[in-house]
């Protein structure tokens, strides 16, 4: 069975502090992983992609990838009220395949 | 870049009846996914296309589902015999090249079955 496991939340978090969501995949073979912002009643919006270990950063938001551990995380820095919303992962597990996307983790940030 | 189109923006209809979903992609993409997402769930794959073939369909999804891309341009999802249980969001996303490229979704269909 191929999964993508996130904690649903929510994760509660002061506004400026560090955001940190986490990922699990079970396939080894995965190739690609995505971050997905959604709020509520809207459809996902790709805020980050990553292929190989180690870290990406784009602005506020840094994914890192962890093959070995099987796990794919999400910073978002300085948190802003914005931010609130829910956070899909989302792993291709081979080139020519879907992406199966995890359930995703709700993120409130406190103002 | 007009980015990935979906109409209607809500559907609502009675038990029974049968309902089509359209879908325009960003023009340079070649492939072609429809999910769909219930609350509090990520979006599920129902199916793909790569230009105009279907590559995969989602063993979950029953007969009543059939979907379309006839000239690998827009594509069509079609429910036949509506059920309760099939009230959701429905996703439309597309992406350039392979698998593992970055997929860009619609703002959906939202299916309400009386």
């Known amino acids: 069975q191929k999964e993508v496991e996130q904690n649903s939340g929510p994760l509660s978090v002061p506004e400026g502090a560090i955001a940190s969501l986490n990922c699990t995949y079970s396939d080894r073979g995965s190739q690609s992983f995505f971050w997905y912002r959604q709020y509520s009643g809207k459809s996902p919006e790709l805020i980050m992609f990553i292929y190989s270990n180690g870290d990406k950063e784009d602005g506020r938001f840094t994914a890192q990838l962890n093959k070995a551990s099987q796990y794919v995380s999400l910073l978002i820095r300085d948190s802003q009220p914005s931010d609130s919303a829910t956070y899909l992962c989302a792993v291709n597990m081979n080139r020519d395949d879907k992406i199966i996307f995890g359930k995703g983790t709700r993120l409130h940030i406190l103002p | 870049d007009t980015g990935v189109s979906q109409n209607p923006r809500h559907k609502i209809t009675k038990r029974g009846q049968n309902v089509t979903f359209r879908c325009d992609p960003i023009?340079?993409?070649?492939?072609l996914y429809w999910y769909r997402q219930t609350l509090g769930q990520g979006p599920e794959f129902l199916t793909y296309?790569?230009?105009?073939?279907?590559?995969?369909k989602s063993r979950l999804l029953s007969d009543r589902f059939s979907a379309e891309r006839p000239k690998g341009s827009f594509s069509t999802l079609e429910i036949q015999r509506t059920e309760q249980g099939d009230s959701a969001m429905y996703l439309c996303?597309?992406?350039?090249?392979?698998?593992?490229?970055?997929?860009?979704f619609g703002d959906g269909t939202r299916l309400s079955i009386l």
């Open positions: 023009s340079e993409h070649n492939r």
């Open positions: 996303a597309s992406s350039n090249g392979q698998g593992g490229q970055p997929q860009h």
């Open positions: 296309f790569q230009n105009e073939a279907q590559l995969e």
